[in-house]
Nanobody, 122 residues
Framework: QVQLEESGGGLVQAGGSLRLSCAAS????????MGWFRQAPGKEREVVAA????????RYADSVKGRFTISRDNAKNTVYLQMNSLKPEATAVYYC???????????????WGPGTQVPVSS
């Protein structure tokens, strides 16, 4: 199985950039699609981005298209979320997730990380 842990969260100023990392343990990481979710206070958890097992396919929420980039390095068992032009409304706890396909990631992820906080100041 796969265990996930996020890192890289922290206070960032509006308009700034931040890169989140998700380290995976286990021998089957490369076979899983991966994704990033976020949950703001008082709001539902929403998918931000997803990437196929090979890295050849990506999907983004409309709210972050053109500003966020998801990528992965299977040799390092790590998935990244590069966040640029951050807005205060992006403030949330960001979670790493894993599943068998991008469709699974967007609906019912199998694995979850504990989350990392990203406060965006105005």
């Amino acid at each position: 199985q796969v265990q996930l842990e996020e890192s890289g969260g922290g206070l960032v100023q509006a308009g700034g950039s931040l890169r989140l990392s998700c380290a995976a343990s286990g021998r089957t990481f490369s076979s899983y699609a991966m994704g990033w979710f976020r949950q703001a206070p008082g709001k539902e958890r929403e998918v931000v981005a997803a990437i196929s097992w090979s890295g050849g396919g990506t999907r983004y929420a409309d709210s972050v298209k053109g500003r966020f980039t998801i990528s992965r390095d299977n040799a390092k068992n790590t998935v990244y979320l590069q966040m640029n032009s951050l807005k205060p409304e992006a403030t949330a706890v960001y979670y790493c997730a894993g599943g068998h396909t991008i469709v699974v990631i967007r609906t019912t992820p199998v694995y979850w990380g504990p989350g990392t906080q990203v406060p965006v100041s105005s």
